[in-house]
């Protein structure tokens, strides 16, 4: 169960694309590919193609404005679900738009839609947010991310939101 997750998301307003080698190979090499908003990737983008692996429906995902047909962002899992300390299976998920895309309210549409898959999964989920990023608190906040774990060493707030 924990091991299942739909590879096809989409919302109202928003699709989000499992990423494939093609898109990684290009995040990682600078190149830049046709659909993607010229912001885009950022550096957690690429940060993010580090936990790319082919096939993993837990990896990072393009997020993708059905009304601009843009990459406007990235949103995905660091990598399927592992037993926590209470062997509760437990992911951490990350999320990030372009600057012309932030505050339309659509990373907390897209991480709604990657928690209800993580919901149906039994997967708990955690988040990692510097404590000056208000916006992305607020996200998290918004999407029922409660517990605070304390930090870790990149001095972020680990925050956890549990499985439903």
Do not use: C
């Amino acid at each position: 169960m924990a091991d299942q997750q739909p590879v096809g998301v989409q919302t109202d307003r928003l699709r989000l694309v499992l990423w494939d080698e093609a898109t990684v190979t290009a995040i990682r090499s600078g190149e830049r590919l046709p659909g993607w908003h010229p912001e885009f990737p950022r550096e957690d983008d690429r940060g993010a193609a580090t936990f790319w692996r082919d096939g993993d429906p837990w990896g990072p995902r393009s997020i993708v404005s059905l009304k601009q047909q843009l990459v406007i962002g990235s949103i995905g899992f660091f990598g399927p679900p592992e037993p926590a300390d209470d062997e509760v299976p437990e992911v951490e998920v990350g999320y990030g738009l372009v600057p012309p895309a932030r505050g339309y309210g659509l990373a907390s549409e897209a991480l709604g839609a990657l928690l209800r898959r993580a919901d149906a999964a039994g997967v708990r989920v955690r988040a990692s947010i510097a404590p000056d990023n208000t916006a992305s608190l607020r996200v998290a906040a918004k999407a029922g991310f409660t517990a605070v774990r304390g930090s870790n060493e990149d001095g972020e707030l680990v925050l956890v939101r549990p499985a439903r």
